[in-house]
């Protein structure tokens, strides 16, 4: 199929270097593009720091791990968000229950487009702590367009978005000692959070907006004909 196309769109660099090998000349990186909500209200700081995790419930999105990072940090008041269904929800609704973190932890399940919108908007701080190799999440952008600070395991797809203290912090994948640090460093410092924010946001205006995602594919489709 590479051999026969004529040109290759990819919506990340990650892959970019294992098709050039074979694909010389035919692979352009298209990133993926959203619809960007429109820009984010300030918020009042009131103390208390909601963490959100979107996705499907599987072992590897690390879900566990945003859990039990709520349980290690008693001197912040957190409240952590989890949106979504799976194999896995039960087990994170069990872990959850033996940490005696009902009260602090919210089982969203699935969400229609506007409440979704409406939990990102009542987020401050985003998590991806997933364990495995992934594309470009575009949850990732939603959240970063949303305004949010993330704190993502660099891997992947991550590593093309974030830049590392600027718009967002890097962990190592199942680390939860750094997880909780980054949690720590964000709740117990609003300015930087906010830096954060700002920077988050303007990332996706000049990156990832669906206009520009919309123009790119079109010129490489142009060139085609």
């Known amino acids: 199929m590479r051999r026969n196309a004529s040109s290759i769109i990819l919506v990340s660099p ?16 298209i990133e993926n593009g959203i619809t960007l ?17 979107t ?8 879900f566990h791990l945003a859990i039990k990072a709520v349980s290690e940090i008693t001197e912040l008041d957190l409240h952590l968000d989890l949106v979504g269904t799976g194999a896995y929800l039960d087990e994170l609704r069990r872990l959850a229950d033996n940490l005696e973190l009902n009260d602090r932890v919210t089982f969203h399940g699935r969400v229609d487009d506007q409440e979704l919108s409406r939990i990102y908007s009542s987020a401050d701080v985003y998590l991806i702590p997933t364990i495995r190799y992934e594309g470009l999440p575009l949850a990732l952008l939603e959240a970063m367009a949303h305004g949010l600070p993330t ?17 967002g912090i890097f962990i190592s994948p199942g680390r939860l000692d750094e997880l909780i640090s980054a949690i720590r460093r964000l709740g117990t410092d609003p300015s930087f959070r906010r830096s954060m924010s700002k ?24 060139s085609l004909t």
Request: proline share 5%; with cysteine.
């Open 55 to 62: 996705g499907r419930a599987e072992r590897e999105k690390g």
């Open 14 to 29: 990650t892959l970019e270097g294992d098709f050039r090998l074979f694909s010389r000349g035919k692979v352009k990186v």
């Open 151 to 167: 704190i993502a395991s660099h891997i992947g797809g991550n590593t093309n978005v974030i830049t590392n203290d600027h718009d």
């Open 37 to 53: 909500p429109n820009p984010p209200e300030p918020t009042i700081e009131n103390g208390n720091l909601r963490l959100l995790c």
């Open 199 to 222: 920077a988050a946001r303007e990332t996706t205006e000049r990156r990832f907006s669906k206009d520009r995602m919309v123009t790119e594919t079109f010129e490489v489709l142009s």
